[in-house]
């Protein structure tokens, strides 16, 4: 997951000249989380009752975000 994933930050960046990509994952998602770190995003911080979901209950969220110059110092 982690090569196909950066594959497609490579292809934001690179062909569509984005500046910054965000993402984020439900907090109790250990392996999301760990996807998103090694693709070296930076944790921003918890949207708090970001989601609800279709049985009422709702989730804070892990918010992250990476910038282009960040991911051009990695390569």
């Not at 984005?18 to 999301?32: H, V």
């Amino acid at each position: 997951m982690s090569e196909a994933s950066k594959t497609v930050i490579d292809y934001g960046f690179n062909e569509l000249g984005l500046d910054i990509i965000s993402c984020c994952c439900y907090s109790f998602n250990k392996r999301s989380r760990r996807v998103i770190e090694k693709c070296v995003f930076k944790y921003e911080g918890i949207i708090r009752g970001a989601e609800m979901r279709y049985d009422g209950k709702i989730f804070d969220l892990d918010s992250f975000s990476l910038i282009n110059d960040e991911w051009k110092k990695m390569k």
